[in-house]
């Protein structure tokens, strides 16, 4: 960690690209596993444009790819989109050879576009097409997840509003999935459009069907201590603090999985258009668990939002009225220590995206998770 994130990370990155004036060098997401592996991402300018390149150490990766030592560790770097865990990468986002995926998915396409919307490196890929006639999402994972991805959408698509699978390439890791329309909740509140109430997101929940092959889906507390553990690698002035937080907002204990939940159920999942929740994306981790976590990972991630939103009262207003709606549908205490861990979790942000004086920002959400705490005997809404 400290070769990639220190002052020389940029000169390690500048060491193995060969050819062309290399300038700024910027991370733009750290993945880190005290003790065991650690993955970055740059944005680097080659020769006037930008370029996407991965370090990683810790991780089995192949042995050609470009390496350098540093610190005792051997450090293996990639460009985007050649990333040896998603093979798949290349292919999604040339445009030739997405045109012929399209052909064999019976939507051809002349003028076809492709944009990069996520990318987590050796983990997953979002990549959006656009044609004349459609728009379509070409999801890239690990090819040995591909077939599940797929079938769990179909499992899905005929009970809850999700992107319909159009067809998958297994050898390379890709599932096409259709546009939903819709703006994102968080857009909506953002803008002081029309909302859906806490009720009607428990209801697109419950739609959510349980079958016996549902796998178990954890609860935010279930997280804590893996989130702890890097939080007090990278601030260890701070290791009391966080180590008492974690025993606060730890394991509940209550591990029976007793409906079908989401995951990572949070405002930039929900699709709603005029006031009505249009769609729900992101249900790969959907499975068996409890109703009150997801209601918790939502409003963790609404108290969290409204600290760096450029609405903030308007998000603050909208969580007071989900804790309102929620707390009569689950245990309201219960609800307020999974909130406080599922902030917790968040709080891992800032050092991830390498934000700007991010351990004052990490600080400050722990601060909040404080607070979620202080709330469970006082029955009170820290988000307002």
Same mark, same amino acid.
């Given at each position: 960690?400290?070769?990639?994130?220190?002052?020389?990370?940029?000169?390690?990155?500048?060491?193995?690209?060969?050819?062309?004036?290399?300038?700024?060098?910027?991370?733009?997401?750290?993945?880190?596993?005290?003790?065991?592996?650690?993955?970055?991402?740059?944005?680097?300018?080659?020769?006037?444009?930008?370029?996407?390149?991965?370090?990683?150490?810790?991780?089995?990766?192949?042995?050609?790819?470009?390496?350098?030592?540093?610190?005792?560790?051997?450090?293996?770097?990639?460009?985007?989109?050649?990333?040896?865990?998603?093979?798949?990468?290349?292919?999604?986002?040339?445009?030739?050879?997405?045109?012929?995926?399209?052909?064999?998915?019976?939507?051809?396409?002349?003028?076809?576009?492709?944009?990069?919307?996520?990318?987590?490196?050796?983990?997953?890929?979002?990549?959006?097409?656009?044609?004349?006639?459609?728009?379509?999402?070409?999801?890239?994972?690990?090819?040995?997840?591909?077939?599940?991805?797929?079938?769990?959408?179909? *499992?899905?698509?005929? &009970?809850?509003?999700? !992107?319909?699978?159009? +067809?998958?390439? =297994? %050898? #390379?890791?890709?599932? /096409?999935?259709?546009?939903?329309?819709?703006?994102?909740?968080?857009?909506?509140?953002?803008?002081?459009?029309?909302?859906?109430?806490?009720?009607?997101?428990?209801?697109?929940?419950?739609?959510?069907?349980?079958?016996?092959?549902?796998?178990?889906?954890?609860?935010?507390?279930?997280?804590?201590?893996?989130? *702890?553990?890097?939080? &007090?690698?990278?601030? !260890?002035?701070?290791? +009391?603090?966080? =180590? %008492? #937080?974690?025993?606060? /907002?730890?394991?509940?204990?209550?591990?029976?999985?007793?409906?079908?939940?989401?995951?990572?159920?949070?405002?930039?999942?929900?699709?709603?258009?005029?006031?009505?929740?249009?769609?729900?994306?992101?249900?790969?981790?959907?499975?068996?668990?409890?109703?009150?976590?997801?209601?918790?990972?939502?409003?963790?991630?609404?108290?969290?939002?409204?600290?760096?939103?450029?609405?903030?009262?308007?998000?603050?207003?909208?969580?007071?009225?989900?804790?309102?709606?929620?707390?009569?549908?689950?245990?309201?205490?219960?609800?307020?220590?999974?909130?406080?861990?599922?902030?917790?979790?968040?709080?891992?942000?800032?050092?991830?995206?390498?934000?700007?004086?991010?351990?004052?920002?990490?600080?400050?959400?722990?601060?909040?998770?404080?607070?979620?705490?202080?709330?469970?005997?006082?029955?009170?809404?820290?988000?307002?």
């Amino acid at each position: 960690m400290a070769a990639l994130l220190g002052e020389g990370g940029p000169d390690l990155v500048r060491s193995v690209l060969a050819g062309g004036s290399v300038g700024a060098v910027r991370i733009v997401q750290v993945r880190y596993v005290p003790r065991r592996n650690i993955t970055v991402q740059f944005v680097v300018t080659v020769a006037g444009a930008e370029v996407m390149v991965t370090a990683v150490s810790g991780l089995d990766v192949p042995d050609d790819l470009p390496s350098v030592e540093a610190a005792g560790h051997r450090i293996a770097f990639w460009r985007f989109p050649h990333d040896p865990f998603l093979p798949g990468l290349a292919s999604a986002v040339d445009a030739d050879r997405v045109r012929g995926l399209l052909e064999t998915l019976g939507a051809a396409g002349r003028d076809v576009r492709v944009r990069t919307r996520t990318y987590r490196a050796g983990r997953r890929a979002v990549v959006e097409v656009t044609t004349e006639e459609a728009r379509v999402f070409l999801k890239v994972v690990r090819p040995h997840r591909t077939r599940a991805l797929h079938d769990h959408h179909v *499992a899905l698509a005929d &009970e809850v509003p999700i !992107p319909h699978s159009l +067809g998958l390439a =297994a %050898d #390379l890791g890709i599932v /096409a999935l259709e546009a939903m329309p819709g703006r994102t909740l968080r857009d909506v509140v953002e803008a002081g459009r029309a909302r859906p109430s806490g009720r009607a997101l428990v209801d697109l929940l419950n739609r959510l069907p349980l079958s016996p092959t549902s796998g178990k889906v954890a609860g935010p507390d279930d997280r804590v201590a893996d989130h *702890a553990r890097l939080l &007090e690698a990278v601030l !260890p002035r701070q290791a +009391g603090r966080i =180590a %008492d #937080l974690a025993r606060r /907002a730890g394991p509940l204990g209550d591990d029976s999985a007793s409906v079908a939940a989401h995951g990572d159920f949070h405002l930039g999942q929900v699709l709603v258009d005029e006031g009505d929740i249009v769609g729900l994306v992101d249900v790969d981790t959907a499975g068996a668990g409890r109703r009150v976590n997801d209601l918790a990972q939502m409003l963790g991630h609404a108290a969290t939002v409204a600290t760096i939103s450029a609405a903030p009262a308007a998000v603050r207003s909208y969580g007071a009225d989900l804790v309102r709606d929620f707390d009569a549908v689950v245990d309201g205490a219960a609800l307020r220590r999974k909130t406080a861990a599922a902030i917790f979790g968040l709080a891992t942000g800032p050092f991830r995206v390498q934000e700007e004086d991010w351990p004052a920002r990490t600080s400050e959400r722990l601060a909040l998770v404080e607070a979620w705490l202080d709330s469970v005997d006082t029955m009170s809404t820290p988000i307002v």
